[in-house]
T-cell receptor, first 120, second 115 residues
């Protein structure tokens, strides 16, 4: 049983296209995230949702729009793809509330296998 | 804001040698600290985490890390490297003082294990 699953694993598309990446977790977690890993392996958070509510939006271009239909799913839609969007996108989930305080802060995040997006 | 710094983007050791990967944190209060490993074309897997229960933390695959407040460090060690340890290692921090329930990662250290 895959805890955090993303689809597709690979995505090759042309500039200007619109694409979506889907993520599902079966861990019963309340919080889900999107991270972007660039070509130098640097990981940066993009968004965080807690119980379908957007909690963190780290100055990501408006072309990126996350959607959480329920707390087990967090999808990422990207409009008008650019060359610079090429990266590996990771979905993750963890227990806990939106602030990270209280009893939840020590819970780790569980990551999906990543989606390698290549824009040509 | 919390942050972590990983010294050395590439570390090379011989099989059987000690592995030492360095991580220093910056936080006004002792944070939660994590080490993750990423094998090629894979997601991130948790190796271990510090939650203030004990300063010496043991993780999977024989790895351990020691939280040293005086040095603001959380270095990862393994007594004897194995070829299968070759991977990218990330130190990450989550603050206790709010800032969202998110992990902030270091820039990663690629570990190479040679025969």
């Amino acid at each position: 049983d895959t805890a955090v699953s993303q689809t597709p694993k690979y995505l090759v598309t042309q500039m200007g296209n619109d694409k979506s990446i889907k993520c599902e977790q079966n861990l019963g977690h309340d919080t889900m995230y999107w991270y972007k890993q660039d070509s130098k392996k640097f990981l940066k958070i993009m968004f965080s949702y807690n119980n379908k509510e957007l909690i963190i939006n780290e100055t990501v271009p408006n072309r990126f729009s996350p959607k959480s239909p329920d707390k087990a799913h967090l999808n990422l839609h990207i409009n008008s793809l650019e060359l610079g969007d090429s990266a590996v996108y990771f979905c993750a989930s963890s227990q806990g509330g939106p602030s990270g305080q209280g009893p939840w802060g020590h819970f780790e995040a569980f990551f999906g296998q990543g989606t390698r997006l290549t824009v040509v | 804001a919390q942050s972590v710094t990983q010294l050395g983007s590439h570390v090379s050791v011989s099989e059987g040698a000690l592995v030492l990967l360095r991580c220093n944190y910056s936080s006004s209060v002792p944070p939660y600290l994590f080490w993750y490993v990423q094998y090629p074309n894979q997601g991130l897997q948790l190796l271990l985490k510090y939650t203030s229960a004990a300063t010496l933390v043991k993780g999977i695959n024989g790895f351990e890390a020691e939280f040293k407040k005086s040095e603001t460090s959380f270095h990862l060690t393994k007594p004897s490297a194995h070829m299968s340890d070759a991977a990218e290692y990330f130190c990450a921090v989550k603050g206790r003082g709010g800032g969202g329930n998110k992990l902030t990662f270091g820039t990663g250290t690629q570990l190479k294990v040679e025969l």
